[in-house]
Nanobody, 114 residues
């Protein structure tokens, strides 16, 4: 039984910040690469950022320099620190393993609006 539980979303004004959390169960979490994805209304789910088991990170060009992914292997949690938020960042945010598990969590809604 594997669970992915995202939290931390909410309503924020442009330029604001938000930190998302992803609690991921699984005995192999510490050796599993993880990533954040998002899906805006009417759009396909897209890659946001990733972090390897060793801590190496990568992010989409659209969020580079603004979002930072990190992980805590003891807590089995992945974080996404989002700064300088823009309206186009509005989406439901999901976490998952890389390669992806055959399921998604409920996601957490991020709304950036004035």
């Amino acid at each position: 039984q594997v669970q992915l539980v995202e939290s931390g979303g909410g309503l924020v004004q442009p330029g604001g910040s938000l930190r998302l959390s992803c609690a991921a169960s699984g005995r192999f979490f510490s050796i599993t690469d993880m990533g954040w994805y998002r899906q805006a209304p009417g759009a396909q789910r897209e890659f946001v950022a990733s972090i390897t088991s060793g801590g190496s990170t990568n992010s989409a060009d659209s969020v580079k320099g603004r979002f930072t992914i990190s992980r805590d292997n003891v807590k089995k949690t992945v974080y996404l620190q989002m700064n300088s938020l823009k309206p186009e960042d509005t989406a439901v945010y999901y976490c998952n393993s890389i390669p992806r598990a055959g399921y998604w969590g409920q996601g957490t809604q991020v709304t950036v609006s004035s």
